[in-house]
């Protein structure tokens, strides 16, 4: 039997324990939390509008590029140049015929109303106003769809806004009126101190804080046997349609017991032409470009439709409802002569002589 050999038992080689490498302990990344995007703010089309933004100083959606059309007949250079000269020199008469009637107000903005001089103000404020309008070949035919007014009764008249020619057409139309026009205008060169000599009532649209004093102003002209002229919707539109009417004007024609007369305004070019945009005054566009299309636009023919009168009952908001229900009706049809007839001018015989 062999034996084991002697001698200790086997061990292992020793050397340092195998520990695993130094280093910072290995960790997963941490993932960011998850958060939606931010909302951008909604797009032109979706956000708010100026007009919802500020009730008193709305925007209309109409531009140059987008309504303004080009004429069915233009106006020849000779034609364009003594138009823009005669509407000039018709402009300068304007100026000392105001302040020889003493109706530019030192304060206010506003010329009182009543007695002679008020007869002589709407007097020579409507020859003035023809006057400007035929210098620039415009035609004006007013057609009356219900009863007039009693003489010597104030009225608040309200109608669809295209243009800055748009005063012009209803002083030259209704005797005694009075627009009602943005306090800035009475600072213009020129165009300021005719309106004001045209016994406008002035309105400051950046405080909303005036509005009460306006309404006051309004309501006292209309007891007085003025008629006030006035654009609701606060804008311009090239024609194709309309704004809302703003209701806070209307509380004047209640606190008078004044009646409402809704009007339309339509522009045409003759002859039988449809609905002409040119003389629209929207958007980005400026006076002087807007004076130039008209005076380049022959034939040029401005529709303005009396309707029947509202009485002043109700709310506001009512009368104001009322009144652009008339307008809309009336400026979405076409022209027809109305029961009470009708009145053309300057009269002609063929429509070449614009």
Known sequence: MTAPPLGPPPTPPLGPPVTPPLGPPVTPPVTPPVTPPLTPPLAPSLAPSRAEVSPWRPLGPCTPAACLEPPVAAAGPVRLAARLAAALLVVLAGLPLALALGRIPAEGGRAPAGGGRGRERAAVTRAWARLLLRSLGIRVELTRTGPGLPAGTGALVVANHVSWLDPLIIAATLPSSRPLAKREIASWPFAGG??????????????????????????????????????????????????????????????????????????????????????????????????????????????VTLLAPLPPAGTRKALAAAAESRVRAGAAGARKAGPHGSTTWPTRKTPSGS
Do not use: K, N
């Open 194 to 303: 005719l309106v004001a000599g045209s016994g406008a009532l002035f309105i400051d649209r950046e405080r909303l804080s005036a509005l009460p004093a306006t309404v006051a102003a309004v309501a006292a002209a209309l007891r007085s046997g003025d008629t006030v002229v006035a654009f609701p919707e606060g804008t311009t539109w090239c024609g194709r349609g309309m704004g809302r009417f703003r209701p806070a004007l209307f509380q004047a024609a209640l606190d008078a017991g004044a009646p409402v007369l809704p009007a339309t305004i339509r522009y045409r070019e003759d002859p039988g032409a449809g609905l002409s945009t040119r003389p629209g005054y929207v958007g980005d566009d400026s006076l002087l470009a807007s004076l130039l299309r008209v005076a380049a636009t022959r034939h040029l023919a401005a529709e």
